[in-house]
C-alpha cells in the first residue's frame, strides 16, 4: 500500500451546498454574468455530510461508471501543458477518445468541448473556479438533445436508436489536488424527487442541469490527493433504463483537512458523448 493511502483519513465531514426547493425554478450563468446580475437564483443551504475517502473504503464489490456513477483511474497523459487549446483539441481529445472507448467499451466517442478550472482567484482568462454547489451537467430530458447535436449526422439513426451516453472525463493538471477536491455521489443514493431542472445560461446559448435537494441518504465519496496522472470518469447522462446509472451528483468542496497553505486546485474536464 502507498504512502498516499496510508496517510489518509478513512472520511471526513464537509458542507455541501444543497438546493432548497421552493417551487421555483432556478437559474445559473456558467460564465460571468452582466453587472447587477446574480450568477445563480434559488435558495441554497450547506449541509454537513461524512464523504467517503474512496481509496480506503470503498463499497463491496468496488465503484463503477454503470453501478455509481463514477470510477478512477490511473492514466498518464501525453500532454504536460494545458495552457494551450490547440494542443488540447489535437493531443487531449485525440487519446482521451480512446481512453473513453477503451474504459467504456464504446465503439463511438465524440469529444464535445472541455474546462479549465482554477482554485486561484487570479485565475486566467477563460479559466473557471470549481463549482461549490452540487449539480449534474445534463437533465433527461437536456441529455438526449446533447447527443443529437453532436452525433455525426450520417450515423445519426444509429445514436438515436442505440445506447448513448454522456460522460466527462476530470484529471488534476500540473500538481495532486490539496484543496476543492470533487465529491461524487453514489448514483444508488439517489431518489428522483432529489433531481431539480435547473436552467443553465451559457454564452453559446442555454440548456438544463440538475441541481439536487438535500436527502440524508446520499452516500458521498472522494478520491484524496489525486494526481495528474490519474482520470475520474463521471455519468452525466444514459439512455439505458433504471438498472444502470444515468446521473453523477458532484461538487467541489472545502476539505477540512487541506493544508493552511494548500495550493489551489488546478483541473481540465472533458465532456463526450458515447454509442455503444
Known sequence: MSDIVIDQPVMVEAELNYLVPTGERPL?????????????????NMHRVPIVNARVAAPPG?????????????????????????AIE????????????????????????????????ARASGVHAPVKVIHNDQT???????????????????????????????????????????????????????????DLVREDGGGEVYTFAFNPQHRWYYFPQMTPDEVLLLKIYDSAGDDVARVTAHSAFDDPTSPADAAPRRSIELRSVLLF
Open 90 to 121: 489535437s493531443v487531449y481529445y485525440r487519446e482521451s477518445e480512446q481512453l473513453l472507448k477503451r474504459l467504456t467499451g464504446a465503439r463511438r466517442v465524440v469529444i464535445f468541448d472541455h474546462t479549465l478550472r482554477d482554485g486561484d482567484d
Open 28 to 44: 445559473r450563468y456558467s460564465y460571468e454574468p452582466p453587472p447587477g446580475v446574480p450568477a445563480q437564483t434559488g435558495t441554497f
Open 62 to 86: 468496488g465503484l463503477s461508471l454503470d453501478r455509481n456513477g463514477f470510477e478512477l483511474h490511473a492514466h498518464k497523459s501525453a500532454l504536460d501543458d494545458f495552457s494551450d487549446p490547440i
Open 140 to 198: 433527461l430530458v437536456s441529455g438526449p438533445r446533447r447527443v443529437r447535436q453532436h452525433a455525426p449526422a450520417d450515423e445519426l439513426d444509429e445514436w438515436v436508436n442505440g445506447r448513448t451516453a454522456i460522460v466527462n472525463l476530470w484529471r488534476p493538471i500540473g500538481a495532486p489536488v490539496e484543496s476543492s477536491p470533487l465529491g461524487m455521489c453514489d448514483a444508488r443514493s439517489i431518489a428522483p424527487n432529489d433531481l431539480v431542472p435547473t
